[in-house]
């Protein structure tokens, strides 16, 4: 189940982003400075999106093992 909520998150991120994208570029005669804030949020958005792709997983035991008893 979280793994396709993140799946849909990070869909919706890279879509956004290129909207933003597309919309700074189309921008960019009018106004620069709005423009250029579109395409920060992008570049945001996007490093946000590769550092959540990346992210080590935690180490998951195996069910099977069991630890001795402390003492």
Known sequence: MIGTLMSW???LAVLASFAL?????WLW?????????MLL??????LNLYS?????QAPITP???THPPAG
């Open 21 to 25: 994208i597309g919309g700074g570029l």
């Open 52 to 56: 959540w792709t990346t992210l080590p």
């Open 41 to 46: 949020a992008a570049a945001v958005t996007l």
């Open 63 to 65: 069910a099977s093992v």
């Open 9 to 11: 998150a990070g869909a």
């Open 29 to 37: 005669k009018r106004d620069r400075k709005r423009s250029l804030l």
